[in-house]
């Protein structure tokens, strides 16, 4: 295993973990039981590969944010049965005060679009998404937002 590969492994362990300020619920709660592959490549060099629940790509560091958003833009269109997000080094993330980057390198998660919307439909069932903010809410969920919605209704 890679010094970055244990850094990442070391992060998921970290996000993985209850935290009293999210009501007792981790950052990521499925996060330690998701079958997952890190691979360290360059930016323009991402596929997804079937049969993981989460790929971490580790990209090049020199990169500003921008313009990995816009790769991320990229293959959320290349691969629509996919969801890609950034994570990024230089740009700190919270959910109730909780930081959620891993600080250390610029990341791009993939991960199925169909598997990522069952876990979230059970996340909107539980209090998880009542510690984010609004807008952070729309950026990460985007099309799933609407679980939230229809979650609220049911109540």
Not at 29 to 53: F, H, Q
Not at 95 to 104: F, R, S
Not at 123 to 151: M, Q, V
């Amino acid at each position: 295993m890679t010094e970055k590969e244990a850094y990442i492994h070391e992060w998921i362990r970290e996000v993985s973990k209850s935290k009293p300020e999210l009501g007792g619920l981790a950052i990521c709660p499925y996060a330690s039981s998701s079958k997952n592959l890190i691979v360290d490549t360059t930016i323009d060099n991402i596929v997804p590969e079937p049969g993981y629940d989460v790929i971490i790509f580790i990209i090049e560091s020199f990169w500003r944010p921008d313009h990995v958003m816009k790769w991320v833009k990229h293959y959320n269109e290349k691969f629509p049965y996919y969801k890609f997000f950034e994570d990024l080094s230089c740009r700190d993330t919270f959910i109730a005060g909780v930081k959620t980057n891993n600080e250390k390198y610029n990341l791009i998660l993939c991960q199925s679009k169909q598997k990522l919307s069952k876990i979230r439909k059970k996340l909107a069932e539980t209090e998880y998404y009542t510690f984010w903010t609004e807008d952070y809410l729309k950026e990460i969920l985007g099309d799933d937002y609407k679980l939230l919605e229809k979650s609220s209704e049911d109540e």
